[in-house]
């Protein structure tokens, strides 16, 4: 299974590239078409930058999500929570089965950005709403800093999660369900800047051209190693 899921890995570079070549392109796109509503999802997303600098990590507050998020996605795969627990030096869960998308969840689930859309969307069904979408907008952004800046913290810090399935496997992995949620995302939140269909589309592209590439060079090195016979 290990030889298996390194080849698989290795097989879905191309496409991990394209997507994060995509997804970056998708927010520059952004950038340069400001309108109100994304500069107040940048400053939100600025402003938690500014306070884990000014202030500190949120650390314990991360963990609970952590943790969360692999109880959720366990509960939502048929396992049963038999145990969970936040500390200020980590945390832990106990299921009662696990697979890679239980174990990996954490890394690519914004988990309360989620609750922060799921609140937001739920609150829409009893109030009118829409008059505080901007402050929506600004949380979502703090939020997802929150999640992007405090997990690629807990990466480097060592996760044993990545041991499970593999360092190199889970790092493809997550790349790739990153991408594809966090354009899900910008498309949620500015559904006329952007477009799913363009970014598949492009990231498709991008993809045959990597794998185009590596065809190429590979007959290269063949013919190369032929003559050397």
């Known amino acids: 299974m290990k ?17 994060a070549v995509e997804l970056f392109n998708l927010v520059l796109n952004l950038g340069k078409n400001a309108t109100v509503n994304s500069i107040t999802f940048w400053a939100g997303l600025a402003s938690y930058f500014i306070f884990q600098t000014a202030l500190f990590k949120p650390i314990k507050t991360y963990v609970f999500g952590h943790e969360l998020t692999h109880a959720l996605v366990g509960l939502l795969s048929g396992a049963k929570v038999k145990g969970f627990n936040v500390g200020a030096n980590g945390g832990s869960v106990k299921l009662t089965k696990t697979n890679v998308w239980i174990t990996l969840s954490p890394y690519f689930i914004p988990i309360y950005t989620v609750l922060l859309i799921f609140i937001y969307w739920l609150a829409g069904y009893f109030w009118a709403v829409n008059k505080y979408y901007s402050y929506f907008l600004f949380l979502a952004g703090f939020t997802l800093a929150f999640h992007l800046s405090l997990t690629w913290y807990a990466i480097l810090q060592g996760q044993t999660d990545f041991k499970v399935f593999g360092v190199f496997f889970s790092s493809i992995f997550i790349l790739i369900i990153n991408c594809i949620l966090l354009s899900g995302l910008l498309k949620l939140l500015f559904p006329e800047m952007v477009s799913i269909k363009t970014y598949y589309y492009l990231s498709y592209n991008k993809t045959a051209v990597f794998w185009n590439y590596i065809y190429v060079e590979g007959i290269k090195l063949w013919v190369s190693f032929r003559s050397m016979k």
Do not use: V, W
């Open 3 to 19: 030889f298996a899921r390194i080849l698989i890995a290795l097989l879905l570079i191309p496409l991990a590239l394209a997507l």
